[in-house]
């Protein structure tokens, strides 16, 4: 159970989740892991835990540094069990520990594990001094949930980052100059896009916040830790909470039946790439939400589709347009369409669906009866080009 230095005194002592592969109904398809992180000054800090069934891991990390009985704080930036799990666990060993949160963490702290914790809320831009070191908390409430903050170290300018520029990547290295840059960046666009997307408001905030401090480290509560792509991470949340997309990326999002709504995907996508657009193509019967979503998050262009099945859309695509609804990206132009028999119900409730996310949809839902003839591909071939220069003209 090997602890890793950040920087002196300042040490990794989290717990690596290699074979985890769904978190909050999305795909992990890399593990994660769970990072906790310990300093030794004066006093000694624990800055959060790791999800209960990986505690021994933790604890067997930080006794190679100290007995825990030493630990003085410990700070709890969430109180997702996935980070404050492992607290009543590691108080066992230092019972006279402070638990410090935020007072929205107070209130859900207590909720979770009863009265009898030692807790000590704090206001947003409070400090502490442990010795050598300040720490220094900054409230980020809904990032992604009311309680959040993060914790900076003014001296080792370090910023614990809690859920903000996390990913989920089981690793054995715990640095970004260690993993390539297009793999931790590409965990964490799915993370934005499956978990903070909908506080992208409270995120430009929290962005706002942070933007007076000197960081020379990002450690964040999942992942891989920042320090040589800090500038570039920060860009990257800049541009998803401000919801700027690619004007040149599309993505067809669909399920097909008996091949019908499969070849209208074809043909917007073939009038779309016409108009030199970089189109992604995603049958929900073989692609997962959670990377739909990876997927939209840079993605100016997200045309819907489904064939009608009892007078309304397939389930697969019910399934991911409930998911979107909560996600709630903005931004976005699109089209619904769909294939059918009789009634062809399906991309009306799909174009409700997205007009009440308050996407763009300039161009008229496409609906073709039972198999498309050669001139309705063509028709639908126009629509795409229609659509994209819809975007041009408004530009």
């Known amino acids: 159970m090997k602890k890793t230095s950040l920087k002196k005194d300042i040490y990794w002592v989290g717990g690596i989740d290699w074979d985890l592969r769904n978190f909050h109904g999305y795909l992990t398809q890399r593990g994660s892991t769970y990072n906790a992180y310990l300093i ?12 209960d069934y990986l505690f021994d891991e933790m604890l067997a990390r930080i006794e190679q540094i100290i007995d825990p009985s030493e630990i003085d704080h410990i700070v709890s930036n969430h109180v997702e069990m996935d980070h404050s799990g492992s ?28 009265e009898g914790l030692n807790l000590k809320p704090v206001e947003s831009g409070e400090s502490i001094n442990i010795g050598k070191r300040t720490l220094t908390f900054v409230h980020t409430p809904m990032v992604h949930w009311p309680d959040n903050m993060v914790t900076y170290i003014n001296e080792d300018r370090i910023l614990f980052s809690n859920d903000a520029f996390g990913q989920h990547i089981a690793s054995a290295e715990r640095f970004d100059d260690k993993l390539e840059w297009g793999i931790i960046r590409e965990e964490a ?11 992208s408001a409270q995120v430009q905030k929290a962005l706002e916040a942070l933007s007076g401090l000197d960081i020379d480290m990002i450690a964040p509560s999942h992942g891989i830790i920042w320090r040589k792509n800090i500038e570039s991470i920060l860009e990257e949340y800049g541009k998803w909470a401000n919801s700027e997309t690619s004007p ?3 993505l067809i999002v669909y399920d097909t039946m008996w091949g019908s709504t499969g070849k209208i995907a074809r043909a917007l996508m073939d009038g779309m790439e016409e108009d030199g657009k970089s189109v992604t193509m995603r049958n929900l019967s073989e692609s997962h939400i959670s990377d739909v979503m990876t997927d939209i998050l840079d993605s100016r262009f997200v045309l819907v589709g489904s064939p009608t099945l009892n007078n309304g859309m397939l389930p697969t695509v019910g399934k991911f347009l409930t998911y ?14 769909g294939s059918y028999g009789w009634g062809g119900q399906a991309p009306g409730e799909i ?13 008229e839902k496409i609906r073709v009866n039972y198999i498309p003839e050669p001139e309705d591909l063509e028709r639908i071939r126009e629509a795409g080009k229609e659509l994209v220069n819809s975007i041009e003209e408004g530009q």
């Not at 590691?90 to 929205?104: D, F, N, Y």
């Not at 666009?189 to 506080?199: D, F, G, M, R």
């Not at 979107?324 to 369409?337: N, Q, V, Y």
């Open 40 to 51: 030794i000054d004066e006093k000694t800090v624990l800055v959060d835990t790791v999800k």
């Open 248 to 250: 040149d990326k599309a």
């Open 87 to 114: 607290i009543p666990s590691i108080l066992e060993h230092c019972p006279g520990a402070e638990v410090i949160t935020s007072k929205r963490g107070e209130k859900g702290l207590r909720k979770h594990y009863g």
């Open 324 to 337: 979107l609804k909560g996600l709630r990206p903005a931004k976005r132009t699109g089209i619904s369409f």
């Open 189 to 199: 666009a799915k993370y934005y896009a499956n978990i903070v997307l909908p506080y």
């Open 351 to 363: 174009e409700d669906i997205l007009k009440d996310i308050g996407w763009d949809l300039p161009v």
